[in-house]
């Protein structure tokens, strides 16, 4: 089977290329607009905007992985969610179209549900609440016209919780060295739950996707269950670390009002900060989904949550490594 991962040089697509690889009967491409520092000899340069480029390098392939997204909340201009997300999607179906290419995997997101719905599970309503989750929808509408045209075409679409694991420097990082730290501010009572995906699931469910959902137009939720609290999250990263961690509460309207505080600042001085009402929003939210529908198909995580988050948490904050030389991903 020929693979073509396009945007595999980041945190998610490093960790599938390895996966991947596990199947000495696949060949794998990687391409990027940047170089993988894991795989740069699988890896061509090329921007998903250039629809005569991915033409060209879709040749050959029997599945499609679209990992290449605009994804970061505080992206500038936004029309680059849009360019990229959407017609980044169209592109490709019209470079596979060229190159009679029938199979496509594409990483979604639970962001198109919206802020603290009840959870939802596949066949829920969309409702985004930004720009990242509106044109992620748009690209699947994309995608479902692309499939009304040719019912024997392949889709499978991946709609994951936040992602973490080793490596990465996204919210789910920066949540748990706050905590490690001791110097962590719980913004409310912590008992909103926070779905979360450990990156060694999902690329195990992408792989999975790839080798057993081979017809149809297929969507999975993905989220590690079960979900922790806030609270509970704290516990488990004071048992992993083995250190007393204390907590102080603040009340959900002040810690808003702070986030603004930060939002006006960054417009000030133009400078992107770790703290936005948005990020306040999304920390204090309840983001729980349903995930039923991927293990009703046959997927069994290697991992549990804990399992992941314990991994996480040693490789990030006990074992030494030279931060120098050690490569890491940055991401939401």
Not at 127 to 147: C, H, I, M, R, S
Request: proline share 4%; with cysteine; glycine share 8%.
């Amino acid at each position: 089977m020929n693979i073509a991962i396009i945007g595999g040089s980041g945190f998610v697509g490093s960790r599938l290329i390895e996966e991947l690889k596990k199947n000495s009967n696949s060949q794998i491409t990687n391409i990027d607009k940047q170089q993988s520092p894991f795989y740069p000899e699988i890896t061509i340069i090329a921007n998903v905007l250039d629809k005569e480029k991915i033409k060209e390098l879709l040749s050959g392939q029997d599945v499609v992985i679209l990992l290449a997204a605009e994804h970061r909340d505080d992206v500038s201009p936004k029309s680059l969610y849009y360019d990229v997300n959407v017609q980044g999607m169209k592109n490709v179906l019209e470079a596979m179209d060229a190159n009679n290419v029938k199979r496509i995997v594409f990483t979604s997101s639970v962001a198109v549900y919206g802020l603290n719905k009840k959870n939802p599970d596949e066949q829920h309503p969309v409702d985004p609440f930004n720009d990242y989750g509106k044109t992620k929808y748009q690209a699947e509408e994309v995608l479902q016209e692309w499939y009304a045209k040719d019912t024997t075409r392949n889709i499978n679409i991946l709609r994951p919780t936040v992602i973490f694991g080793e490596r990465n420097r996204g919210n789910v990082y920066n949540l748990l060295r706050q905590i490690s730290s001791g110097k962590f501010m719980m913004i409310g009572g912590g008992n909103n739950k926070k779905s979360m995906a450990y990156v060694g699931n999902i690329v195990s469910f992408i792989n999975f996707l790839v080798q057993e959902k081979t017809t149809g137009y297929n969507v999975f939720n993905y989220i590690d269950k079960p979900d922790f609290t806030m609270n509970e999250l704290v516990s488990h990263i004071s048992k992993v670390l083995d250190k007393k961690i204390p907590t102080t509460k603040v009340p959900y309207a002040l810690g808003m009002l702070g986030g603004y505080g930060f939002d006006i600042l960054a417009k000030l001085t133009g400078k992107k900060l770790n703290i936005s009402s948005v990020r306040v929003k999304k920390f204090c939210a309840t983001t729980q989904f349903d995930a039923s529908a991927a293990k009703a198909a046959g997927f069994v995580a290697p991992y549990t949550l804990g399992e992941g988050l314990a991994n996480t948490l040693r490789y990030e904050f006990i074992e030494k490594r030279d931060p120098a030389t050690d490569i890491t991903f940055v991401t939401e």
